[in-house]
């Protein structure tokens, strides 16, 4: 167990859509880091927070977007579902340049 | 911009024998580099990072990793695979420069073969 817990784990819906991830960092750890897992393309970096604030982006998409709120917990939006969204998606957060991974929110929109 | 590659999807062994992960990278300045292994339908687990210092690494469930600058490589070693190692192996990096993030490879299946 890392101790980062990320909810739903599993989560069906349909384009146009909009659904909301969620993810808990362990205990004291300030940075939040999100990614997705596609078959295809690996591992894709989306976005970073520390403490509340937006530390670097990646390729993430205009119609999704993040934030990380007082206690630390962070959000990830996804709106304007399409098919090529379904994925798996990571939340991390990081302590002495290790990176803890949640079980991961699977997303399927059909 | 910072970049790992793992040149192999896949990479078979049989068990007892050794086994090589590759990686190598592409970044501006001092590399941080690391290795993460992911199970079926579990999150990334760390095993091992270079920073600084020896170029040989040792990590969790007796992995090494062997940084090597002049070909800037950091593949990941196990002097006899197990079965249950079988999994999905990721090197990274992480971009110190400006942005804060951590770029991953693609990843490499390693399957040991009983």
């Known amino acids: 167990d890392s101790g980062v817990t990320q909810t739903p784990k599993h989560l069906i819906t349909a384009t146009g859509q909009r659904v909301t991830l969620r993810c808990s960092p362990r205990s004291g750890d300030l940075s939040v880091y999100w990614y997705q897992q596609s078959l295809d393309q690996g591992l894709q970096f989306l976005i970073h927070y520390y403490n509340g604030e937006e530390r670097a982006k990646g390729n993430i998409l205009e119609r999704f977007s993040a934030q990380q709120f007082p206690d630390l917990h962070s959000e990830l939006n996804l709106s304007s579902l399409e098919l090529g969204d379904s994925a798996l998606y990571f939340c991390?957060?990081?302590?002495?340049?290790?990176?803890?991974f949640g079980e991961g929110s699977r997303l399927t929109v059909l | 911009a910072q970049s790992v590659a793992q040149p192999e999807d896949q990479v078979n062994v049989a068990e007892g024998n050794p086994l090589t992960v590759k990686c190598t990278y592409s970044?501006?300045?001092?590399?941080?580099l690391f290795w993460y292994v992911q199970y079926p339908n579990r999150g990334l687990q760390f095993l091992l990072k270079?920073?600084?210092?020896?170029?040989l690494v040792k990590g969790s469930y007796g992995f090494e990793a062997e940084f090597n600058k002049s070909q800037t490589s950091f593949h990941l070693k196990k002097p006899s695979a197990l079965v249950s190692d079988s999994a999905l192996y990721f090197c990274a990096v992480r971009d110190i420069r400006g942005a804060y993030k951590y770029i991953f490879g693609t990843g490499t299946r390693l399957k040991v073969l009983a």
């Open positions: 270079y920073i600084t210092g020896d170029n």
């Open positions: 991390a957060s990081e302590y002495t340049g290790e990176l803890f």
């Open positions: 970044v501006s300045g001092n590399p941080y």
